[in-house]
């Protein structure tokens, strides 16, 4: 294919041809402008369209399902981002990072990574009308992470309707060395220190998650259960950016300390 975005077919952008182009860019590390730019129309649940497709291509491609993850459940990151509101993604086994990896700059096109809190989903999850604390019961253990983001939109500058038809800027993701039953954290007091090159540069605890993140976990059940989905026994479930997500060119070193789940360290390669 050419090495630029793809300008809109004649009869204008729609579900296939959006889904398709986003995962153009992904393989080809192309950025792009937004498609609401040319399609006002493409809302949240249009997004979500495009989303689901493009699991369908990547599933058929050999990827497994392993999980979902939130976008934007902190003030931190809507603010950021400008769209106020969360959301949810897949997460597929072609997503993980081993642990000690560089961030894989060869495959990424602007990464950035942001602290999260992690859970092992011990039981399955459907809603709607799921609550925190009945999403909290559904979970086995609590883990700290890392995800690296990599919109495919030039700067970063998407819709709701974009971002959730780029899979949340999904890239990558990794997960701490601690893993701690539910009972044993205050998890809105559970913090995350942002360590750029040895200086600390922001911090939050998991009350930045939508007031705790089991209530990202409860927003995401309630969420699926709208597309005929529920979060199954074995999944992973990323809470989303407890800060604003930093950049990790080639030679910087981040660290992402949690209080009781340990450091994860990301380098630039
Ligand atoms: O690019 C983005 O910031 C959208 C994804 C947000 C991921 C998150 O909030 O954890
Ligand atoms: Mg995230």
């Known amino acids: 294919g050419s090495a630029t975005p793809a300008p809109a077919p004649a009869g204008g952008w729609d579900v296939e041809s959006v889904a398709a182009e986003l995962l153009r860019c992904e393989d080809q590390r192309l950025e792009r402008p937004p ?18 497709l493009n699991l369908r291509t990547r599933l058929d491609r050999g990827e497994k399902l392993i999980g979902v993850k939130l976008g934007l459940t902190s003030r931190a ?35 950035r ?32 992470g890392a995800e690296v983001i990599d919109s495919r939109f030039q700067d970063f500058r998407f819709t ?28 809105s007091l559970e913090a995350a220190l942002v360590e750029v090159d040895g200086v600390v540069v922001d911090s939050a605890t998991g009350a930045a998650v939508q007031g705790h993140p089991g209530e990202a976990l409860a927003l995401a059940a309630n969420d699926l259960a709208r597309r005929g989905h529920a979060i199954e026994a074995g999944w992973i479930v990323l809470t989303g950016g407890m800060t604003d997500a930093v950049f990790v060119p080639p030679g910087t070193s981040v660290g992402f300390h949690f209080t009781h789940l340990g450091s994860v360290f990301l380098n630039g390669g």
Not at 39 to 51: N, V
Not at 124 to 129: N, V
């Open 35 to 52: 498609f609401t730019d040319e399609w006002p129309d493409l809302d949240l649940d249009t997004g979500y369209a495009i989303q689901d």
């Open 77 to 111: 990151k809507q603010q950021r981002m400008g769209v106020h509101f969360p959301f949810v993604a897949w997460l597929t086994d072609a997503m993980v990072l081993p642990v000690g990896d560089p961030v894989p700059q060869s495959r990424l096109i602007h990464p």
């Open 113 to 144: 990574v942001e602290p999260e809190i992690v859970f092992l989903m011990g039981e399955r999850l459907e809603g709607p009308g799921v609550t925190c604390a009945r999403a909290m019961s559904a979970v086995a253990s609590v883990w700290g």
């Open 160 to 187: 709701a309707g974009d971002v959730a038809a780029d899979n949340a800027s999904s890239a990558a993701f990794v997960t701490g060395p601690v893993g701690l039953p539910p009972s044993d954290l205050d998890l």
